[in-house]
């Protein structure tokens, strides 16, 4: 890890006393990851001895990671699409600004403008390729690691103030950053590395309840969720000759289900469980864009894919991006016969570099 070194972490303890006002942002539609990175840096800035720390939001996380949030106090945790004048007055009154799980503002959506003129001095902690180093003053930014998440504890741990011993992490801030690799990983399924399991042991070691995490992430969904599993799994799953699995759920199916945001987490995966599927995307209809999730086995790049055809990208195997309307697609009907065509031509020329 290039960027975890003694001279950066001497840097950013310097930045952390020398601030008076820290907020810490992420991307929108904040996952596992970003919620848990966001939670765990919250807790260690307040042990620091830091009073004012404010979590800035661009929208609402989905429900079953409301159990990270139970001590964090209304006015810490803010969220700009109900409350944007707050929002940016926090922002630009920050000495320090913390920018979790993404590589460059625009992933931020609506925070970004307030981001982007704010004169505070920004600090990197992401784990997604080609990060905008220019943007931040300091930056830890490294790929070949599960998360965010995970990116945090291997900093917070080599902090002064923890000396290499996660048993002194403040209780909280190890169950948030146990959560958020839980989930980045799918449970250990996905870019994981030796480092990522010696992390889920030093938590245990340091009391992490993991059974209490696996059940507020896996066990608390409504019924609706596992209705709509069903119907995705029977009716609406098309596999390619190319051994493209795909789903695409217009907003008429999800207003049917009464699906909320994090209601899909985890259905891209399951496809990959078929032998002969390469590839799993799903595509879900939301405002003025398809929002694509993309997984793929070991030796297929989700990323390559994701980059080339979706306007994203990500991890190897986990990648994600959107199609845009009409720029791209006229509407959800035109999305399956798009990523058919699209996917063929991506698989084809694999094949053909391999």
Known sequence: MQDVNSGNIQRLEAMITEARKISIVTHQKPDGDAMGSSIALYHFLRMYGKDSVRIILNDRFPSYLDFLTSDISETDLIFFQEMPDTAEILIRDSDLIFCLDFNAFHRTDRIEPALSDSKAEKILIDHHLNPDR????????ETEISSASELLYQILIRTEKIGMDATLLPPASAVALMTGMTTDTNNFANSTYPSTFLMASDLLAAGVDRNAILSHLYNQYGENRLRLMGHMM??????????????????STQKAYKIAEGDTEGFV?????????????????????????IRSRIGTSAN?????YFNG????????????????????????????????IYLNQENENN
Not at 135 to 141: D, H, I, N, Q
Not at 283 to 289: G, I, R, S, V
Not at 328 to 334: N, R
């Open 134 to 141: 220019n943007a931040f003053s300091l930056s830890f930014s």
């Open 234 to 251: 029977k009716d609406l799953l098309t596999i390619t000759e190319d051994g493209v699995a795909y789903i695409v759920l217009d907003r």
């Open 269 to 293: 995966n399951m496809p990959l469980s078929i032998a002969d599927v390469r590839m799993s995307i799903l595509a879900k209809e939301d405002d003025e864009k398809i929002r694509i999730s």
């Open 304 to 308: 390559g894919c994701a980059r080339a």
């Open 313 to 344: 990208g990500g991890h190897e195997n986990a990648a994600g991006g959107r199609l845009c309307i009409p720029e791209d697609v006229p509407g959800v009907e035109a999305v399956a016969e798009y990523i058919e065509r699209q996917t063929h």
